[in-house]
């Protein structure tokens, strides 16, 4: 239970907390002393290059790592401790797909039935995903496409509050991302959290409210998309200036 | 905190929609039928020479038919039955590729009951299929002692002998698992676990010591279901220390199993 309720720069209860993680993988720092928030009614960008940290500080999140240092709360508690988490958190992690073998259908049952989620929402987050056709296939069989889309299925099963989505346009076509931008907006004007990580620059400054950018491990800029593209032309200039990087300097 | 029981059925959910399990069980009954389909001629010839004082003649040797075709319907699932802990290796291993374990954590981020209601789905599904094996054999058995005996088939020495049956293969299978999770490969788990076999089948440890070959667990299993039978190579127990060492074994890799599942980041 929390005791209080903190409220963040912009008078909003957040919904997810991240405060001082830090994350090691042996000798190397992968995540440094995070801290950010995500707030109801508003689509939080989790920003930064391919190895930034972004993937790892989601895993710490979801208690799929452990965090060397810090906490990371959903609605004030850890993870971990939620009951059927599925009805509250929606996730989807880059890297965490279905076993190839499996077909998609089978792939969505077992998830539900470990939160004891009606087997009539398998076909009704298929049909949302358009999947519905190919629900009997083999994942095997999938494009990179229909993976992200059976992995937003499984993320919207449980019909929950908060969505995790770890680079969710990976792999989609323009129109399959823009339907992933329109869905993610309309679910947070309905007073749903979506935190959403990418490298997706303008996607991204297409979808959020707000944005928290990291890079080698440690959060650089966080705000409202407004304040962090403040002074650039673009978000994608804001990052560049953020970070200190060049397009094709790291090629 | 989610119900245990609904776990169990979406990790046995898992392991009924894997083909590489129903490959597996393919060839577990199919050997299963070939090695009961080797035995039916010797079963049918040892109860055509059966006396009226219960005994047969064997290979020029007098022994009482009931104990011989039981401890024969023993052996005929024991040897198929080497390969329930490739089963279990293949169940486990799954949660190790394309990332499903950070999924399946995703879904149940308690670890201990992740780990638990795996653990029961496996044991659940090696139980099943063991019954089946014992279920064929039986038939087969069926077969040559109708005429004579049929009532040998449920009495209480047979189910005595099919619970120690499924006592190893529940145990083999486990054993198997646990190791998987562990080493978090497939393949190392199928290869650790056979090495384990090969130390027993090459008497390396026997050799040196026979109180310590008791508990390797293909020793054990040997153990356990082939006493009182020319076994091939000396048993190095008894059916009691068998039972024990196959238990403590599963037990052992499933603890350490958990352990791991519970410490480790889900990678």
């Given at each position: 239970?929390?005791?209080?309720?903190?409220?963040?720069?912009?008078?909003?209860?957040?919904?997810?907390?991240?405060?001082?993680?830090?994350?090691?993988?042996?000798?190397?720092?992968?995540?440094?002393?995070?801290?950010?928030?995500?707030?109801?009614?508003?689509?939080?960008g989790?920003?930064?290059?391919?190895?930034?940290?972004?993937?790892?500080?989601?895993?710490?999140?979801?208690?799929?790592?452990?965090?060397?240092?810090?906490?990371?709360?959903?609605?004030?508690?850890?993870?971990?401790?939620?009951?059927?988490?599925?009805?509250?958190?929606?996730?989807?992690?880059?890297?965490?797909?279905?076993?190839?073998?499996?077909?998609?259908?089978?792939?969505?049952?077992?998830?539900?039935?470990?939160?004891?989620i009606?087997?009539?929402?398998?076909?009704?987050?298929?049909?949302?995903?358009?999947?519905?056709?190919?629900?009997?296939?083999?994942?095997?069989?999938?494009?990179?496409?229909?993976?992200?889309?059976?992995?937003?299925?499984?993320?919207?099963?449980?019909?929950?509050?908060?969505?995790?989505?770890?680079?969710?346009?990976?792999?989609?076509?323009?129109?399959?991302?823009?339907?992933?931008?329109?869905?993610?907006?309309?679910?947070?004007?309905?007073?749903?959290?979506?935190?959403?990580?990418?490298?997706?620059?303008?996607?991204?400054?297409?979808?959020v409210?707000?944005?928290?950018?990291?890079?080698?491990?440690?959060i650089?800029?966080?705000?409202?998309?407004?304040?962090?593209?403040?002074?650039?032309?673009?978000l994608?200039?804001?990052?560049?200036?953020?970070?200190?990087?060049?397009?094709?300097?790291?090629? | 905190?989610?119900?245990?029981?609904?776990?169990?059925?979406?990790?046995?959910?898992?392991?009924?929609?894997?083909?590489?399990?129903?490959?597996?069980?393919?060839?577990?009954?199919?050997?299963?039928?070939?090695?009961?389909?080797?035995?039916?001629?010797?079963?049918?010839?040892?109860?055509?020479?059966?006396?009226?004082?219960?005994?047969?003649?064997?290979?020029?040797?007098?022994?009482?038919?009931?104990?011989?075709?039981?401890?024969?319907?023993?052996?005929?699932?024991?040897?198929?039955?080497?390969?329930?802990?490739?089963?279990?290796a293949?169940?486990?291993?799954?949660?190790?590729?394309?990332?499903?374990?950070?999924?399946?954590?995703?879904?149940?981020?308690?670890?201990?009951?992740?780990?638990?209601?795996?653990?029961?789905?496996?044991?659940?599904?090696?139980?099943?299929?063991?019954?089946?094996?014992?279920?064929?054999?039986?038939?087969?058995?069926?077969?040559?002692?109708?005429?004579?005996?049929?009532g040998?088939?449920?009495?209480?020495?047979?189910?005595?002998a099919?619970?120690?049956?499924?006592?190893?293969?529940?145990?083999?299978?486990?054993?198997?698992?646990?190791?998987?999770?562990?080493?978090?490969?497939?393949?190392?788990?199928?290869?650790?676990?056979?090495?384990?076999i090969m130390?027993?089948?090459?008497?390396?440890?026997?050799?040196?010591?026979?109180?310590?070959?008791?508990?390797?667990?293909?020793?054990?299993?040997?153990?356990?279901l082939?006493?009182?039978?020319?076994?091939?190579?000396?048993?190095?127990?008894?059916?009691?220390?068998?039972?024990?060492?196959?238990?403590?074994?599963?037990?052992?890799?499933?603890?350490?199993?958990?352990?791991?599942?519970?410490?480790?980041?889900?990678?």
């Open positions: 239970m929390r005791t209080e309720e903190a409220v963040d720069t912009r008078g909003l209860v957040p919904v997810i907390e991240v405060k001082d993680v830090s994350k090691k993988y042996g000798p190397k720092v992968a995540v440094d002393r995070v801290s950010f928030s995500a707030a109801p009614g508003r689509v939080t989790f920003l930064g290059p391919n190895g930034a940290g972004k993937s790892s500080t989601l895993r710490v999140l979801l208690g799929i790592d452990r965090a060397t240092s810090g906490t990371a709360l959903i609605e004030g508690r850890p993870y971990t401790s939620l009951r059927q988490p599925l009805r509250t958190v929606g996730a989807m992690l880059d890297g965490a797909s279905a076993v190839p073998e499996r077909r998609g259908v089978d792939h969505l049952r077992w998830i539900a039935q470990s939160n004891r009606p087997s009539r929402r398998i076909s009704e987050v298929l049909e949302t995903v358009g999947l519905s056709e190919a629900a009997k296939v083999r994942v095997g069989k999938y494009s990179l496409g229909m993976k992200q889309r059976l992995g937003l299925a499984a993320a919207l099963l449980g019909e929950p509050r908060i969505l995790v989505l770890d680079e969710p346009v990976n792999g989609l076509d323009p129109e399959g991302i823009r339907t992933i931008r329109t869905f993610l907006r309309r679910y947070a004007d309905q007073g749903n959290t979506v935190l959403l990580s990418s490298h997706l620059m303008g996607e991204t400054a297409e979808t409210d707000d944005i928290v950018i990291i890079d080698k491990g440690r650089i800029a966080n705000g409202s998309l407004s304040e962090i593209t403040e002074g650039h032309a673009s994608e200039d804001a990052f560049f200036s953020l970070t200190g990087s060049q397009p094709g300097q790291s090629w | 905190m989610i119900g245990v029981l609904s776990i169990v059925r979406s990790e046995l959910t898992k392991v009924l929609t894997l083909p590489s399990v129903w490959v597996i069980t393919g060839v577990i009954l199919a050997l299963n039928v070939f090695f009961q389909y080797q035995t039916l001629g010797f079963n049918i010839d040892t109860v055509a020479n059966v006396r009226p004082d219960g005994m047969s003649e064997v290979d020029g040797r007098a022994v009482h038919a009931e104990t011989e075709l039981r401890q024969t319907l023993g052996v005929s699932v024991f040897n198929p039955g080497l390969l329930f802990p490739i089963l279990g293949v169940l486990a291993g799954t949660e190790f590729r394309a990332g499903q374990l950070g999924l399946s954590l995703v879904a149940v981020p308690h670890r201990l009951r992740l780990v638990l209601g795996k653990l029961s789905a496996m044991t659940a599904y090696a139980l099943v299929l063991g019954l089946v094996c014992i279920a064929m054999a039986n038939a087969f058995m069926y077969i040559a002692v109708r005429n004579w005996n049929p040998m088939l449920w009495s209480t020495d047979m189910l005595a099919e619970a120690a049956l499924l006592l190893f293969t529940v145990t083999f299978t486990l054993i198997g698992a646990g190791i998987t999770l562990i080493t978090r490969r497939t393949l190392t788990g199928i290869i650790a676990t056979v090495i384990l130390l027993t089948m090459a008497q390396v440890v026997a050799m040196v010591s026979p109180a310590v070959d008791a508990f390797l667990p293909l020793s054990a299993a040997r153990n356990l082939l006493q009182g039978r020319d076994a091939g190579a000396p048993l190095t127990g008894s059916a009691g220390h068998g039972a024990a060492v196959l238990a403590g074994w599963a037990l052992v890799t499933s603890v350490v199993a958990t352990l791991a599942v519970k410490r480790r980041d889900a990678r």
